[in-house]
Nanobody
């Protein structure tokens, strides 16, 4: 069955960097656009980034543009999100998802906390 498993979430200081990963299984990753979304405690789900099947086109919400970079390694069935210049307001549970305009599968999330 379709599985998306995020990892790499951690406590990081403001201004720091972190890379989270999403291991995909049960489907052919290279056939799907993929997304990252996040949810801060007590707030709604926010889509933050997407990437096309080959990785040549990437998309970002204004809140993360210029600081986050999405990438993928289809041979390794893995999606990545590199996060730089992290701010306390980036603290959230981060989820990877299959699809972009239409999302049909979600991972369980990985917690990123930005605090000094």
């Amino acid at each position: 069955q379709v599985q998306l498993v995020e990892s790499g979430g951690h406590l990081v200081q403001p201004g720091g960097s972190l890379r989270v990963s999403c291991a995909a299984s049960g489907f052919t990753l290279s056939s799907y656009y993929m997304s990252w979304a996040r949810q801060a405690h007590g707030k709604g789900l926010e889509w933050i980034s997407g990437i096309n099947t080959g990785g040549g086109s990437t998309y970002y919400a204004d809140s993360v543009k210029g600081r986050f970079t999405v990438s993928r390694d289809n041979a390794k069935n893995t999606l990545y999100l590199q996060m730089d210049s992290l701010k306390p307001e980036d603290t959230a549970m981060y989820y990877c998802a299959r699809g972009m305009q239409t999302i049909d599968a979600w991972g369980q999330g990985t917690q990123v906390t930005v605090s000094s």
